[in-house]
């Protein structure tokens, strides 16, 4: 008796198709289909590893099916004449079934389900009326009848195969979040182990198709520790290695490879991974390379051609060229011979120009890499030799290099390979003693993780001395810092530290500055860096405010090194700080000692702090004496800000005369405010120089167009005029004023100043009623009082003694709180 494949046995059943025969019996190419993303492997040099494999998602169904759960027995003709009309029906649409007449069978199966809802084989009839539309190609349909069954029944031997075969059509469709939800009911639904362990498969699949990676890989590490019934093992297994090598888990990849390579019994896979640990092997850390040159070895001696034989043989050239036996390079080179394909050809060729290279062979060298350029031109074997070629020319001192590296360095080439262009430029610059040039060449350079060991620490700090002796202090801290960082115990790393102190400091980045010096300070006892250090670590503690550290740190400074900055410098530094931490109490000693010791040098910072700390003390007094000192020895004019307070604070104090001076000092400036001019002019005009007060609300009022703005110049300008005698033009004012605001408050104090007017004419029966109108449209607490009490005096001055009282008495009862105002006119 003929025995059927593993799969066909376990999956035979009523037009089920059976499972594809396993992956080990048929070749790696068949693998290749199920791969999901392509192994990136980069070329870190110009010796290639390995050729990328595609792993893009099949399209293809996966190729396995589920059994149905029983077989329903015989196939007759025709329907049975006996049983219910039910089984009649059912088992009409089973004999075309079982014939595979699948177009005849759907329409008989699709009216046992419509006419029969309670039916017992709805389940069958469900599962079989899909397998039938998925046969004619309807697959719309077939999905719908796999999901009515899955929602119509919760249990049943019917549910793992029609789960199975819902997410192979959504597979195909691409929409592996569905399919994925299916596969994993199949897995557990399903009887047959060969088929749950292809379901579990196909899960994987979708999950590294959703970038859910470390999903997948658990999966396939469970489908490779169950070998039993399990026909995608040795697929399982690839791919389990290739997803970790993926996520850089080299060490545990090369395991599972040499596994495969050891246990498949497919010749194509063997050699693939054989041809893969030996790859693998070079690229764990510490490299293999012995191992690596025996899975070569095994995989040259195995029987077939092609791509990964050439790897095999790539590999060894390999091994030569990373044991600097070029000679050996060469030779195996020119055994291989150019007759090879063109995805190893241009590899093998990057380490026969390489070899060359380091044997003097300078011109064949170039040869060689002009043969890759010709052949694959725009590859990334040609941008490859295009850099190593720079390389060459940079060996042999080629007076050509410079324009070759511009060329290349245009053409955007990747990081790695543009900074060692850089470099190979700067350091040709840099003999020639072109620092100017060398500069911008290696501020490019300054974040590179490419330049590693001695080379890039001595760059480094080169580059950071040209960049402090430029005054390029930001670049010359990136600079130091990369070296600080790369290299803490190189010999220069104090004055490292002391340069990049230096340059936090010129940029007034006194934290980073102030780190610096105390790591020197602390790391390094004896060295001649300390001196500048201390001094700087001492200035900048007293700006910070620090005052109790910075004392110490100069006298630490002053025991080391006697001939240290003097006193003045300190007692600046200690009021500075005080000054910046907003103690401006503490800051004033001895920032006026710092200007009484050494006026030249800070006369003016000390003044000017000075200043700013009686301002912000509020304390007008020493505010205005140090107006007065800054005025005449400052270098700078007096804040604005300042001049505004004084005045203000002046004005409210009723020291008019004091706030006018510093009133007038601040109106001449740019940085005057309209308000200024207002006040100003009432300061004038309290003082009665009413001449000055209306010359100086006159410029208030040129700019000034909003109306209560306006009307509140105009009122005191009115005022001002009638202080001069000037009464019909402070009656024009008025009207003005009364114009722009005829009611409220402001039309109040208008015809208050109207009423004031009249009395200065001394027509005081009409001040009188003036004052009174103010009662008649205004009731303010404020304002409304103060004309009434204004027209009791218009009608006494008139000799009105009645309307007098009148006026009082309604002032009284209306404003009873305005007593005390009134004290003079009580005894009336």
């Known amino acids: 008796m003929t025995r059927r494949p593993l799969g066909v046995v376990i999956l035979l059943a009523l037009g089920c198709a059976p499972l594809p025969v396993p992956a080990q019996d048929r070749g790696p190419n068949v693998l290749e289909p199920f791969r999901l993303a392509a192994d990136s492997t980069p070329i870190p040099r110009a010796i290639p590893v390995e050729r990328p494999i595609p792993r893009a998602i099949p399209v293809e169904k996966p190729g396995a099916s589920p059994t149905e759960p029983a077989d329903?027995?015989?196939?007759?003709?025709?329907?049975?004449?006996?049983?219910?009309?039910?089984?009649?029906?059912?088992?009409?649409?089973?004999?075309y079934y079982g014939k595979k007449a699948y177009d005849m069978a759907a329409p008989e199966y699709e009216r046992y389900l419509g006419q029969y809802p309670n039916a017992a084989g709805r389940a069958t009839a469900y599962f079989r009326l899909g397998e039938c539309y998925r046969h004619i190609g309807n697959l719309n349909a077939a999905k719908n009848s796999y999901e009515s069954l899955l929602q119509q029944f919760g249990s049943g031997d019917f549910i793992g195969p029609a789960a199975f075969r819902l997410a192979d059509l959504y597979?195909?469709?691409?929409?592996?979040?569905?399919?994925?939800?299916?596969?994993?009911?199949?897995?557990?639904?399903?009887?047959?182990?060969?088929?749950?362990?292809?379901?579990?498969?196909?899960?994987?699949?979708?999950?590294?198709?959703?970038?859910?990676?470390?999903?997948?890989?658990?999966?396939?590490?469970?489908?490779?520790?169950?070998?039993?019934?399990?026909?995608?093992?040795?697929?399982?297994?690839?791919?389990?290695a290739l997803l970790l090598k993926d996520s850089a888990r080299t060490a545990d990849a090369l395991k599972q490879i040499l596994a495969l390579a050891k246990q498949t019994e497919n010749p194509e896979l063997k050699l693939e991974a054989t041809a893969r640990a030996g790859l693998w092997?070079?690229?764990?850390?510490?490299?293999?390379?012995?191992?690596?040159?025996?899975?070569?070895?095994?995989?040259?001696?195995?029987?077939?051609?092609?791509?990964?034989?050439?790897?095999?043989?790539?590999?060894?050239?390999?091994?030569?060229?990373?044991?600097?036996?070029?000679?050996?390079?060469?030779?195996?080179?020119?055994?291989?011979?150019?007759?090879?394909?063109?995805?190893?050809?241009p590899e093998l060729l990057i380490l026969l120009a390489l070899a060359q290279r380091q044997t003097g062979k300078t011109a064949d060298a170039l040869a060689t890499y002009a043969e890759v350029s010709k052949e694959f031109p725009g590859s990334v074997y040609d941008k490859e030799v295009q850099f190593e070629r720079l390389r060459t020319l940079y060996s042999a001192n080629d007076a050509t290099l410079i324009g070759e590296i511009d060329k290349y360095l245009a053409a955007n080439p990747e990081a790695e390979k543009r900074d060692e262009a850089q470099l190979m430029k700067a350091e040709v610059l840099f003999k020639k003693g072109d620092y100017v040039n060398v500069i911008p060449i290696y501020s490019t350079l300054e974040l590179s993780h490419?330049?590693?060991?001695?080379?890039?620490?001595?760059?480094?700090?080169?580059?950071?001395?040209?960049?402090?002796?430029?005054?390029?202090?930001?670049?010359?801290?990136?600079?130091?810092?990369?070296?600080?960082?790369?290299?803490?115990?190189?010999?220069?790393?104090?004055?490292?530290?002391?340069?990049?102190?230096?340059?936090?400091?010129?940029?007034?980045?006194?934290?980073?500055?102030?780190?610096?010096?105390?790591?020197?300070?602390?790391?390094?006892?004896?060295?001649?860096?300390?001196?500048?250090?201390?001094?700087?670590q001492a200035l900048i503690q007293g700006q910070e405010g620090d005052n109790a550290a910075m004392a110490a740190s100069f006298k630490e400074l002053v025991k080391e090194f006697p001939e240290t900055a003097g006193r003045a410098k300190a007692e600046f530094w200690i009021g500075w700080g005080s000054f910046e931490a907003k103690d401006y109490k503490a800051a004033v000693p001895p920032l006026e000692e710092a200007r009484k010791l050494d006026a030249e040098q800070f006369g003016e910072k000390a003044g000017i702090r000075l200043l700013l700390c009686s301002y912000y003390l509020e304390d007008k007094t020493a505010t205005a004496r140090e107006v007065e000192r800054y005025a005449k020895e400052g270098k700078t004019k007096v804040p604005a800000e300042i001049l505004r307070w004084l005045g203000k604070s002046l004005y409210a104090g009723n020291a008019f005369e004091s706030a006018e001076k510093y009133l007038e000092m601040l109106t001449p400036r740019e940085e005057v405010q309209p308000d200024d001019f207002l006040m100003l002019g009432e300061s004038q005009i309290a003082i009665q120089k009413f001449q000055a007060a209306a010359d100086t609300l006159h410029i208030y009022l040129k700019d000034t167009?909003?109306?209560?703005?306006?009307?509140?110049?105009?009122?005191?300008?009115?005022?001002?005029?009638?202080?001069?005698?000037?009464?019909?033009?402070?009656?024009?004012?008025?009207?003005?004023?009364?114009?722009?605001?005829?009611?409220?408050?402001?039309?109040?104090?208008?015809?208050?100043?109207?009423?004031?007017?009249?009395?200065?004419?001394?027509?005081?029966?009409?001040?009188?009623?003036?004052?009174?109108?103010?009662?008649?449209?205004?009731?303010?607490?404020?304002?409304?009082?103060?004309?009434?009490?204004?027209?009791?005096?218009?009608?006494?001055?008139?000799?009105?003694?009645?309307?007098?009282?009148?006026?009082l008495n309604k002032l009284k009862s209306r404003y009873p709180e305005y007593k005390l105002k009134l004290a003079s006119h009580s005894e009336h």
């Not at 897995?187 to 379901?199: F, G, Q, T, Y």
């Not at 030569?320 to 090879?340: M, N, S, Y």
């Open 705 to 807: 167009k909003l109306p209560a703005a306006r009307a509140d110049g105009l009122l005191k300008l009115a005022e001002a005029q009638t202080g001069l005698g000037a009464l019909d033009e402070a009656q024009k004012s008025v009207d003005e004023e009364l114009s722009l605001e005829p009611e409220g408050e402001w039309s109040g104090l208008g015809r208050i100043a109207a009423g004031d007017i009249q009395m200065a004419r001394r027509n005081f029966e009409q001040a009188a009623k003036i004052f009174e109108s103010v009662a008649v449209i205004l009731d303010d607490a404020e304002i409304t009082p103060r004309a009434l009490e204004k027209a009791v005096d218009a009608w006494r001055e008139a000799g009105r003694s009645d309307e007098a009282e009148k006026t």
């Open 171 to 240: 597979y195909q469709e691409k929409q592996y979040r569905d399919s994925l939800v299916l596969y994993r009911k199949a897995s557990v639904r399903l009887k047959e182990p060969a088929v749950a362990n292809a379901a579990k498969f196909f899960s994987a699949r979708c999950l590294e198709a959703l970038g859910q990676k470390l999903e997948a890989r658990a999966t396939y590490e469970e489908l490779v520790s169950a070998p039993k019934d399990n026909p995608f093992y040795d697929a399982s297994r690839l791919s389990l």
């Open 72 to 95: 329903p027995g015989d196939i007759t003709i025709g329907p049975r004449e006996t049983g219910t009309a039910d089984q009649v029906q059912l088992a009409l649409a089973d004999t």
């Open 450 to 536: 490419q330049l590693t060991g001695n080379r890039k620490a001595q760059v480094l700090f080169r580059l950071g001395i040209c960049h402090f002796e430029t005054k390029n202090f930001e670049e010359a801290i990136k600079t130091f810092t990369s070296f600080i960082n790369g290299y803490p115990t190189h010999p220069l790393m104090p004055y490292a530290l002391l340069q990049r102190g230096l340059s936090y400091q010129s940029l007034k980045d006194l934290a980073g500055a102030l780190k610096d010096y105390d790591t020197l300070l602390k790391s390094y006892p004896k060295v001649s860096e300390r001196e500048l250090a201390l001094m700087q």
């Open 281 to 345: 092997s070079l690229e764990v850390e510490p490299p293999q390379t012995a191992q690596a040159d025996a899975e070569f070895k095994a995989a040259l001696a195995l029987p077939g051609k092609g791509y990964w034989k050439e790897m095999a043989q790539l590999g060894q050239v390999r091994i030569l060229a990373d044991a600097g036996k070029f000679q050996q390079v060469i030779e195996a080179c020119e055994k291989i011979g150019t007759e090879v394909s063109a995805d190893v050809k």
